[in-house]
């Protein structure tokens, strides 16, 4: 893959599982970040950013697998974040080697409130750290990124030093970070033609532009950003991260496809002009925002754009009148052309194994035997409560039964609950412990969940504060199956968990259960505090 900035398309960064998963909750470990960096390739994303490979083993550990089995010739730039440090430095080259396309993004602050309250350093010797530390990347790849952050907030004059500076000493790729989310957009596009018209080497780099959403502008910034020559955006996935967020892939992405009209002049290209803007396989949108929703436990909110339950959803009478009419009446997108099918077949519990592989492979989803197995008997047990499977039940089934599993921990093996308006509700739970015990206990408690909660968290003896419950219906009717996703915290971690079952508590049961895990393997590698590195954005 070319490093070369294309005058054509937008190259898309995704950050997901480095910004994304900072996240509170969003953890995730090596074998779901490998998952999610697959189907971002499958995607078609420029650039992975894998990690921060110096925060924790773990991190180390996904960047180097994400290096070796997604990072080949044919693939993306697969990169890692690394603080202007040479221990930083050093353990992103050691972890992007297997790589074939290598990048190393680094970063210092700039602006002057970071300088005093965060970094306590003058401007020269911020310019002077910069200087030398892509130097020190650039003997390692060839491709290296430099970000100030939160540019959006430096003094200009002093930013444009910096980049000059940076470009000078080997940066390929200029980042210009919206740290906090500060910037409108009639103020995001100043910035960057200010910097191309002040930056007398900014035409040797890719213009890259990385903005948060805290004030709801990230897109918008993103977008005014490439209309002003930015030939690089840094996004995540159902616009997850720090904070509010980061501006979301799929809402640039088709921003770019349905108005392309519009975009297609700031590239120098006829307003009719047929050729794509990114390299995005847009019907891996739909597949890519659920499984990344899946295994951090992020729920997207129903009128989300782009991917949210309602965003092909009509019920107004006029809207609907509109929508029979003619489609674009009310649509400025199709279903389809994020992935999404308009024909919900429908399976039954009479349907065959072949029929159920069949509409998985028409859905995307392409199972070993094994976890084909695993997803038709829980189709069947589902497919024999409910009268009818869609689509929607198919995914939340496969999704449930296939997730990636942590190495050890905790498996329920028998729920029972006793509740009603005359009855103390009551729960008896059996578990099996990672070693192999089989545990049983009882307890009593104000609800049905809460009853559950107690005797899991007497069984498992993790302590933990239950931070988030809630529960979404994954289609309409009074059989639907529901999905829980709970937050557990512990000592300022958070820890997700999600699970389906037509029987909401079964499913708290098993979000729950699923969450400690999470929680349980942490403490069993003892990963170092959060706050023992700087995560940026």
């Known amino acids: 893959m070319s490093i070369e900035s294309p005058a054509d398309r937008i190259i898309i960064f995704d950050t997901t599982l480095r910004d994304g998963e900072q996240s509170p909750g969003a953890t995730l470990n090596v074998q779901e970040k490998l998952a999610i960096a697959h189907q971002l390739a499958l995607l078609g994303v420029d650039v992975i950013e894998a990690g921060f490979a110096v925060a924790s083993p773990g991190d180390f550990q996904a960047v180097k697998s994400i290096a070796e089995q997604v990072g080949k010739p044919d693939g993306p730039i697969i990169c890692s974040l690394a603080r202007a440090m040479r221990q930083d430095i050093q353990a992103a080259a050691e972890a992007l080697k297997p790589a074939a396309h290598p990048r190393i993004h680094t970063m210092i602050s700039t602006s002057d409130i970071h300088l005093k309250y965060q970094l306590n ?3 020269s010797e911020v310019l002077a750290i910069a200087a030398s530390m892509i130097a020190y990347a650039k003997s390692f790849v060839d491709d290296v990124e430099f970000s100030p952050m939160d540019a959006s907030r430096t003094e ?3 930013l444009y030093q910096v980049l000059e500076i940076a470009i000078a000493n080997g940066a390929t790729t200029i980042n210009i970070p919206d740290t906090v989310g500060y910037c409108t957009p009639k103020e995001m596009g100043n910035l960057i033609q200010g910097i191309r018209a002040n930056v007398p080497n ?10 948060q959403n805290d004030l709801g502008l990230a897109t918008a910034n993103a977008l005014a950003a490439i209309e002003h020559g930015v030939r690089q955006v840094e996004c995540t996935i159902n616009g997850i991260g720090e904070r509010a967020g980061n501006a979301a892939l799929e809402e640039i992405v088709m921003a770019l496809q349905v108005r392309k009209p519009f975009f297609n002049p ?7 002009a047929e050729a794509p803007l990114t390299n995005i396989k847009t019907q891996e949108i739909y597949k890519t925002s659920a499984l990344v929703s899946q295994l951090t436990g992020m729920l997207i909110q129903p009128n989300k754009a782009i991917v949210g339950a309602n965003a092909f959803a009509h019920e107004s009478g006029i809207h609907q009148d509109g929508i029979i009419k003619h489609r674009q009446t009310y649509e400025i997108m199709e279903a389809a052309s994020i992935g999404l099918p308009e024909n919900r077949i429908v399976l039954g519990k009479h349907s065959g194994r072949n029929a159920f592989r069949t509409r998985l492979k028409e859905l995307g989803f392409e199972l070993n035997e094994a976890d084909l197995n695993k997803a038709f008997n829980r189709f069947k047990e589902v497919a024999d409560k409910k009268k009818e499977m869609s689509d929607w039940d198919l995914e939340a089934i496969v ?4 997730q990636i599993q942590v190495e050890s921990g905790f498996q329920i ?18 578990i099996v412990t990672p070693d192999g015990k089989i545990l049983t206990d009882a307890t009593v408690g104000t609800g049905p969940v809460d009853a559950v909660y107690q005797v899991i968290n007497r069984l498992v003896q ?7 419950f809630s529960v979404q219906s994954v289609t309409a009717g009074i059989d639907a199956l529901g999905t829980v996703t709970v937050r557990v915290g512990h000592e300022e971690r958070i820890f997700s968990g999600q699970a389906s079952d037509t029987d909401i508590v079964v499913a708290a049961a098993y979000a729950y259960m699923n969450a400690l895990n999470r929680l349980y393997r942490y403490l069993e590698i003892q990963r170092p505090p959060a706050d023992s590195v700087l995560m940026p954005t």
Do not use: W, Y
Request: proline share 6%; net charge negative; aromatic share 6%.
């Open 202 to 211: 900014i035409d040797q780099v890719i213009l890259s532009v990385h903005t």
């Open 121 to 123: 350093k003058s401007r």
């Open 462 to 468: 993790i302590p933990n504060q239950l931070m988030e």
């Open 413 to 430: 093996e028998h729920i029972q609950v006793i509740c009603g308006d005359c009855t103390c509700p009551t729960a008896t739970i059996t």
């Open 266 to 272: 700031f590239f120098g290209r006829a307003a009719d």
């Open 399 to 402: 999704r449930d039964q296939t």
């Open 156 to 158: 200009p004059e002093f």
